[in-house]
Each structure stands twice: as C-alpha cells, then as structure tokens.
T-cell receptor, first 117, second 118 residues
C-alpha cells in the first residue's frame, strides 16, 4: 500500500514549456486535490475532484488544468509554464464520508518541486 | 469565507519543555479543525482533528489540541518537546455541514516552524 505517490519529484522547466504532474493513490479514495505550497503562504488549493470524470476549481486555478480519467489518478497540467508557477506541488486524497462529502482527513503525497526559469 | 491564522512564524522551545503552537480560525457554521506536520522535503502528515465532542483532542506523537469555541482557537500542545518534533506545523479548517462541493475545501494557515533546542 503506497498511499499517495507523485511523479516526478523534481523538474526544471523553461518559460513557455508544458508538463504534466501525475498523482496516484491506491486507497480507493473518491476525492483528490492539488495544492501548491509557497514560502509564507501555506497551502493553496489549485483544483480538486469529487470523483472520476469530475473536476472543480480551487483558490488559485489560473494557468493549470486537471483531469481525472481514472479514479486512482489525478493529473495536473501546465500548458505554458511561467516563473510564478515555481513552487512545490502536493497532491492529496480523502474518502467519501458518511454524510456524502469528503471524509475529514486528507492524505498527502511527498510533493513535486517545480522550478520555472 | 473561511480563514486560519497562525500568528507565529516560528516557535523555539527547549527540549523537555512544554510547547504550544497557536491557531485561530474563522468559519461560517461549525468548524472541522486539523493539525498537520511537515518534515523537511516531505508531504504533510495528519496529526489530529476536532470534529465534535470533547474539546481536548489527542493525536499522534503525544500531541494534543484544545478547541475553544468562544475564542475561535485550536492551539496545538505537547507537555514535553523532543528535538524530533522540529518541523513545520499547519492548522486547517473547513465548515460543516457543507453546501456544495466547494464548501468541502480545507483552508490552511501559513504554517509555524517549530524548533526544539537540545
């Protein structure tokens, strides 16, 4: 049981390049999330998904796209990378709770460090 | 809108002394409150949560947190700090009951760096 995994661990991009970050979870969680972490700003939600085939915008969605074609995978895409997207990206997942919403605890991956030059 | 404030960027404490990491929150409705810990170059790990019930919540690694509704606070505490507790600590909140998927979002504080000095 690997939990939440992220690939790659580190990447350097030039401005304007594109890339996809992959998040995979083997816990059969319905909910998945992408966050970015910047110094002094905590974690900010980029996009999230409440189930296979569905995605929604979070707090800072501009410049990013996501897809959830399979329940266990949640992809984060940067179509044209900008230096402002230099950050550490975390994926998280959570169960479907009894009340129909996400179970309270989120489980995090180890992160992807992205540097955009 | 919901928000979390962690008023201290850094907390220093001597090993063996009690520690407190402060958190206050603002949310419409009742709060779900969480503490997560992040060790260097690692993802966030769940420590404890308050959903309902007893205001004193016990979590992993000997940590506990006290929910105070009147002061809208959820401070993290440990009776005796260890050097291995040195890490970045995040408080998070979301409201319940939610209305719509967007209301299930967790809002994190900016984090408090805890340094335990041998």
């Amino acid at each position: 049981n690997a939990g939440v995994t992220q690939t790659p661990k580190f990447r350097v991009l030039k401005t304007g390049q594109s890339m996809t970050l992959l998040c995979a979870q083997d816990m059969n969680h319905e909910y998945m999330y992408w966050y970015r972490q910047d110094p002094g700003m905590g974690l900010r939600l980029i996009h999230y998904s409440v189930g296979e085939g569905t995605t929604a915008k979070g707090e800072v969605p501009d410049g990013y796209n996501v897809s959830r074609l399979k329940k266990q995978n949640f992809l984060l895409g940067l179509e044209s990378a900008a230096p402002s997207q230099t950050s550490v990206y975390f994926c998280a997942s959570s169960y479907l709770g009894l009340a129909g919403g996400p179970q309270e605890t989120q489980y995090f991956g180890p992160g992807t460090r992205l540097l955009v030059l | 809108a919901q928000s979390v404030a962690q008023p201290e960027d850094q907390v220093n404490v001597a090993e063996g002394n009690p520690l407190t990491v402060k958190c206050t929150y603002s949310v419409s409705g009742n709060p779900y409150l969480f503490w997560y810990v992040q060790y260097p170059n690692r993802g966030l790990q769940f420590l404890l949560k308050y959903i309902t019930g007893d205001n004193l919540v016990k979590g992993s690694y000997g940590f506990e947190a006290e929910f105070n509704k009147s002061q809208t606070s959820f401070h993290l505490k440990k009776p005796s700090a260890l050097v291995s507790d040195s890490a970045l600590y995040f408080c998070a909140v979301r409201a319940w009951p939610g209305s719509g998927a967007g209301s299930y979002q967790l809002t994190f504080g900016k984090g408090t760096k805890l340094s335990v000095i041998p």
